[in-house]
């Protein structure tokens, strides 16, 4: 350890567990758990495939985008923390663990590190599956959001009329084949939480349920829903934009985790609510179907829902000593 390398303290290694575990992920599964590298100079991202949502996503693709979600919190607390961050996805290959590391020796070079400034809205930031109010986003930001994206590799696209018109008719196409097919039905209702969890869909996050079937929100309460409020007037034209990346590795798929979340944050700095219409990705016709035809050779990896109204209610989590891995010695 040189004169300028700080050890990370046991506080530390909680206050970025906690933020890692608060990222967004399928289902909120929470497939990840972090590790103390073992000179106590950075972090691990594991993946816990214990945690796995295999009907939904058998390649582990939403798996990867939730862990890059949690590793760009780590990397916004860590900035709150005074480091410099660097990353590495997969140092050992594909396929293998850790997903990445974080190294924090060395502290920050600026006094307002990139990323601090997003750490607020880490706990604010939450799904909100309400309808929204009639309200364009405006274009400053649409620009801000594409080029944070852009900065993890990703294209975020904000889709015209015709294409917001053709994805609500994919997702709906396959939320209605996900109803229908037994095992997938199944999986996603066991995610529901009608008692206290640490992990799962809680009833309070639920929204309503579109009135004009317009906007098919996932049925986590089954078709028709049970349990929901009462079904709701959507947004006239919801915004939605899609996420795409040139390959579709899982480096790919880590790097759009990491763009979602940094969109998303910064959606929820400037207001903005989100939430995530996942159920046409999940299927490998309508996912093709979802790419824009002039768009060239994209791989859609999400669609995101934009706009102004209710915050949604927090989900809870699995507790920091559940996702922090006890320190290995240093070698
Ligand atoms: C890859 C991925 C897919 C998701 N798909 C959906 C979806 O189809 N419908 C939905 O309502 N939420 C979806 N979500 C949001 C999660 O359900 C949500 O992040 C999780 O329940 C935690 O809640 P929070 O976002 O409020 O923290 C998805 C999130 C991720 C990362």
Avoid: K
Wanted: glycine share 6%.
């Amino acid at each position: 350890m040189t004169a300028t390398e700080t050890a990370l303290s046991t506080a530390d290694l909680q206050l970025l567990a906690e933020a890692g575990g608060l990222a967004p992920s399928l289902h909120n599964s929470q497939p990840w758990h972090f590790r103390a590298t073992p000179d106590l100079l950075g972090m691990e991202v594991h993946a816990d495939l214990t945690r796995a949502v295999p009907a939904a996503d058998p390649d582990g693709r939403a798996l990867h985008i939730s862990i890059g979600a949690a590793l760009f919190n780590l990397r916004v607390a860590a900035a709150h923390l005074g480091r410099e961050v660097a990353v590495r996805l997969f140092p050992a290959g594909e396929g293998t663990q850790p997903r990445a590391v974080l190294d924090l020796s060395a502290p920050a070079r600026t006094s307002r590190p990139f990323g601090a400034d997003l750490y607020p809205a880490l706990t604010q930031r939450h799904s909100s599956r309400h309808p929204f109010a009639n309200r364009d986003v405006p274009e400053a930001l649409v620009g801000d959001l594409i080029a944070a994206a852009r900065e993890e590799d990703v294209t975020l696209t904000l889709l015209e009329e015709h294409g917001v018109r053709r994805v609500l008719a994919l997702t709906s196409e396959a939320e209605a084949r996900i109803a229908a097919d037994v095992t997938r039905e199944a999986e996603t209702r066991r995610w529901l939480r009608l008692e206290p969890s640490c992990d799962g869909i809680p009833l309070a996050a639920l929204g309503s349920h579109d009135r004009d079937a317009r906007v098919p929100m996932r049925g986590f309460a089954g078709h028709p829903p049970r349990h929901t409020t009462p079904a709701a007037r959507f947004e006239a034209l919801p915004q939605l934009a899609t996420l795409t990346t040139h390959f579709d590795r899982q480096a790919d798929w880590l790097r759009t985790g990491q763009a979602m979340e940094r969109v998303w944050l910064l959606a929820t700095v400037h207001g903005l609510r989100a939430s995530v219409l996942h159920q046409a990705v999940e299927i490998p016709d309508t996912r093709w179907r979802l790419r824009d035809p002039v768009d060239g050779p994209a791989h859609v990896q999400l669609v995101l829902r934009l706009g102004y109204g209710p915050p949604g209610a927090a989900s809870p989590r699995r507790r920091v000593e559940d996702v922090l891995d006890p320190p290995t010695a240093a070698g």
